[in-house]
């Protein structure tokens, strides 16, 4: 890992790759690890906008390459928008 | 099951297009994925995970949040679970927001004198991780009631309390209980009468092996009616909940 990375990032990435590489051997994560894993991922979650606050505008490509919106994602009575970590890993 | 009350899905990750398109087609995913590549869109929600240094795989990875938005792009609601590894489902949703059920979601009537009670479950089947929902309707026979909270000692609460290792949180909420004056406690109690409807939340434990599963629990309560008092009961249910095998992500590299 580069230098400049803030300490507090280092020690979770130590957390992360140790992780990582038992999943990826195939092998059993202890549960500590895995208790500070969660943590380690979970650190000062942010939510986002609240209810009754209003979404950034955006317009992404979706799996077809079409660009979408809002206003073109949302049924008539809205739009249920899931943010998920990965389908790569 | 959204779709019928006039809402879409979509689902947004910092995957590229073609990660997406491989997935969809592996997985027939006709929702739309969107494909938030350098994740400008994830930091313009403020979700960006931050825990994530550069250089690893993870890094620029939101928090999975999912949100409700009306047409105008107002949130209606948001849902999110404090741990990555838990997501609130579709169908819980669906029956939160418009009481809608799975045709195929399981149910359970249970008897006991004045009471009848029927359970289920939001959805039939699951994955590990996620967070479901259940209902409780309750109807009484004209002339007893069962108790709401708080009680004076001795009296018993009507609640729903699921047990076993694939639960790791749960929650059950009863709508306010009408105050009634009971003579022979000479105190006035919350109490239910005629027909009401709880609804909880389940989390399941992630990782959990596929497959059916038994979710088991017990309905406590204890029915009285203006003249006797039934001792307090618990009685035992449970309904069955299909776990699906997680999802295999492509490995593009």
Partial sequence: MANNIPEDLQEKAAIMQEFGRLRAAGQPVPAELQAKHVNATNDRYATGPEAGERIPDFSLPDQEGVLRSVANLSGPNGLLLVFYRSADW | MLEGKGLRIAAVSYDSRETLQHFAEKYRIQIPLLSDRDSAVIRGF????????????????????????????????????????????????????????????????????????????????????????????????????????????????????????????????????????????????????????????????FPLDAGKIMLAGRVSFQQCSDTVCEPPEAIEFELPLILEPFMVAIRSK
Avoid at chain 2, 161 to 172: E, H, K, N, T, W
Wanted: glycine content about 10%; charged content about 15%.
């Fill in chain 2, 46 to 205: 403020g979700i960006l995970n931050t825990n994530i240094a550069p250089g690893l795989r993870a890094h620029g990875v939101p928090h999975p949040v999912e949100y409700l938005i009306a047409p105008d792009g107002l949130v209606i609601r948001k849902y999110f679970v404090p741990n990555y590894q838990h997501r609130v489902t579709a169908s819980s949703v669906a029956f939160r927001e418009f009481g809608v059920v799975s045709e195929e979601a399981p149910t359970v009537t249970l008897r006991s004198g004045a009471l009848t009670i029927v359970l289920g479950l939001s959805t039939a089947r699951a994955f590990a991780g996620q967070e479901i929902s259940f209902f409780a309707k309750f109807a009484l026979e004209p002339g007893w009631h069962v108790y709401g909270a708080p009680l004076p000692e001795g009296c018993t609460t009507t609640s729903v309390m699921f047990d076993g290792p694939a639960i790791v949180r749960q929650s059950f909420d009863l709508p306010p209980a009408a105050p009634m004056r009971v003579n022979f406690l000479e105190e006035t109690v919350p109490v239910y009468s005629g027909s009401f409807q709880g609804l909880g939340s389940l989390l399941l434990k």
